[in-house]
């Protein structure tokens, strides 16, 4: 075959080719079902309405160790004082309430609520505690924590929707001027404090809640 006749012949088959794609039907269209569309309009809820509640406790030792007559860490009762004036401040935003849990041995009073410990803006039952304070007997700090873990586990059941508690934030102010002393028990129960204060992060994370923060506040001696 001559070289002319082979470059005819070439042409020829690349014509023949281009014809016959021409006549193929055209390609199938398909889907990816991994991959979706959605329209549509979201509301979301006024900032007006939202409401965001605080729930401050106040546990405040009261123990023999913070004095009276002149003697001890406080027998002037200042850090009473300065519980009513937060109390007073903040009193007037809707969403904060208060619980005002005096303790020693034992809590020995507190605010109520229908009956139990609980949080209130009710002025009259805050400075009905804050006003009959005796400092008197031992330092029991797991049995107290044990308490705030009680009261804020009656509280979180207490509370309507689920949403309002994802928005609600407890904060605890402890007071103190020493360590753990309690009858019969020798040596600090640290461990068994610090479990105890785990124990109620641990509850309020499985319940859902939004915040919660244990401050302790240490008073070596504010007598002045």
Known sequence: MCKSTLQLTIILLCIGVLSACDNTPPLERTTISDQARLTG???????????????????????????????????????????????????????????????????????????????????????????????????????????IHEDIARDIANVDTHESLVRTKYVVLFFSDGLDNVPGVTGQRVSETLNAISDITEMVDEEGVGDFTFNTIMLPGINM
Not at 69 to 86: E, I, K, T, V
Not at 97 to 125: C, H
């Open 41 to 147: 309009t979201f509301y979301t809820e006024s900032p007006d309405d939202l409401v965001f509640p605080v729930k401050v406790l106040f546990a405040i030792d009261c123990s023999g160790s913070m004095g009276a007559a002149g003697d001890g860490s406080d027998p002037s009762n200042r850090r009473l004082a300065a519980a009513r004036a937060f109390v007073d401040q903040y009193n007037g935003y809707p969403n904060i309430s208060f619980e005002i849990m005096l303790w020693n041995q034992g809590i020995y009073r507190a605010t109520q609520v229908d009956g139990d410990r609980g949080f209130t803006k009710d002025p009259g039952e805050i400075n009905n505690v804050l006003a009959n304070v005796v400092n008197t007997g031992t330092t029991d700090y797991v049995g107290t924590i044990e308490a």
